[in-house]
């Protein structure tokens, strides 16, 4: 019989595949981070011993949930959304999970929320930044995001290979637009080491040199 790889490698307890049940059951149920992406992440945050991770792009909270019990003890997470809805559900997990104390959940733009995080706390503030929200505004979250990471540091943007459609010169929406720029951007940026991973649908590691 031929088994899936996550039947050997997935670890999701009844609080995630309760919430991820849950947030299939929205119509916008494809933002779902996939289970075993989460788990890389979970991954990445402790072999890194990073202790103060920035998410953009909360939805239903699950990523979250997985980066914030990797933290260490007096470790946190600042995750950024403009949705009040997915977000209830969010914390609702979190509570559940008894994380809720380590996630510092930001509503509104997330531009405006990433400068005033500048401001608030300084360059180089930042461990950790996982970038999974609208595609248009990558570029721009990207840069963000590079100024509040410390160098060593590591950046995750998920989504980089939008389903192949960056390779299609037809297709010109403003997501696609934005996921083909900063991918360009990537490519050519000397402040970082870079990977593209095909995982999921295409995940970008970037370190901060």
């Not at 960056?166 to 940026?189: C, I």
Request: glycine share 8%.
């Amino acid at each position: 019989m031929c088994r899936s790889g996550s039947e050997f490698s997935l670890r999701e307890d009844p609080v995630l595949a309760g919430l991820r049940e849950e947030t299939a059951a929205l119509p916008d149920r494809i933002m779902q981070i996939l289970p075993e992406e989460a788990q890389f992440l979970a991954l990445l945050i402790r072999l890194t011993r990073a202790r103060t991770v920035l998410e953009i792009g909360t939805f239903t909270g699950y990523s979250s949930l997985c980066m914030a019990r990797a933290l260490p003890a007096g470790g946190e997470l600042i995750t950024c959304d403009i949705s009040e809805e997915w977000t209830t559900m969010a914390r609702q997990a979190w509570q559940q999970a008894g994380v809720a104390d380590r996630i510092d959940l930001r509503l509104g733009d997330a531009v405006e929320t990433l400068d005033g995080l500048l401001l608030e706390r300084g360059p180089d503030c930042v461990d950790f930044v996982f970038i999974d929200a609208d595609k248009a505004h990558y570029p721009e979250y990207y840069e963000q995001s590079l100024a509040l990471t410390r160098p060593g540091g590591l950046l995750v943007l998920d989504n980089t290979l939008w389903s192949g459609r960056v390779t299609d010169p037809a297709v010109q929406d403003a997501d696609t637009l934005g996921v083909r720029k900063v991918n360009r951007t990537l490519l050519e940026d000397q402040r970082v080491d870079l990977s593209m991973l095909p995982m999921a649908d295409g995940v970008t590691l970037a370190r901060k040199r």
